[in-house]
T-cell receptor, first 114, second 114 residues
């Protein structure tokens, strides 16, 4: 069974640029959630995708967008990067949304915005 | 308002001591789920336990035990005979039945000193 994988591991961008982060869900999981974890903080929910559609969104501006593909892998896109976007971005997959299904997390992508 | 509160920011114990990590949650749902995750320095969140709101039985898994008390909205985590490998940041999280996101606390950084 393959776990959740994310790419790239680290990324450095400058303010105003755009970035795409990628996630492959665990085998058999059809739901992917994205979280932002600032240094010293807990993960904050960005959004969730279920069967290729956005299925809930946290308090993040529209410049944070995503996609889910038929194979359930997912992308997180961030436009017009700001310094405060520097964080660890975590992807989590689960069997289905709701019902308290445990989420399995990937190793994260560390984004630094200069 | 914070849905999950982990008041202990940092804890240091000497190896073999017992340690309890506190978690207090807030929800209006009658059905909800509570989780504990471990985040070692590598960054990946590791699932430890899930508990639903209808099951208040305490659980023990090896050196780990969890005390769930609905009356005080707490879900505390105890590590018995701590080991250096237990050093990590531990997060408590809440998932409500009506939603699809996890609400994480700010984490407790545990350092076990040899």
């Amino acid at each position: 069974e393959t776990g959740v994988t994310q790419s790239p591991t680290h990324l450095i961008k400058t303010r105003g640029q755009q970035v795409t982060l990628r996630c492959s869900s665990q085998s058999g999981h059809n739901t992917v959630s994205w979280y932002q974890q600032a240094l010293g903080q807990g993960p904050q929910f960005i959004f969730q995708y279920y069967r290729e559609e956005e299925n809930g969104r946290g308090n993040f501006p529209p410049r944070f967008s995503g996609l889910q593909f038929p194979n359930y892998s997912s992308e997180l896109n961030v436009n017009a990067l700001e310094l405060d976007d520097s964080a660890l971005y975590l992807c989590a997959s689960s069997l289905a949304w709701g019902r308290g299904n445990e989420q399995f997390f990937g190793p994260g992508t560390r984004l630094t915005v200069l | 308002a914070q849905k999950v509160t982990q008041a202990q920011t940092e804890i240091s114990v000497v190896e073999k001591e017992d340690v309890t990590l506190d978690c207090v949650y807030e929800t209006r749902d009658t059905t909800y789920y509570l989780f504990w995750y471990k985040q070692p320095p590598s960054g990946e969140l590791v699932f430890l336990i899930r508990r639903n709101s209808f099951d208040e039985q305490n659980e023990i898994s090896g050196r780990y035990s969890w005390n769930f008390q609905k009356s005080t909205s707490s879900f505390n985590f105890t590590i018995t005979a701590s080991q250096v490998v237990d050093s990590a940041v531990y997060f408590c999280a809440l998932s409500e039945n009506t939603g699809n996101q996890f609400y994480f606390g700010t984490g407790t950084s545990l350092t076990v000193i040899p």
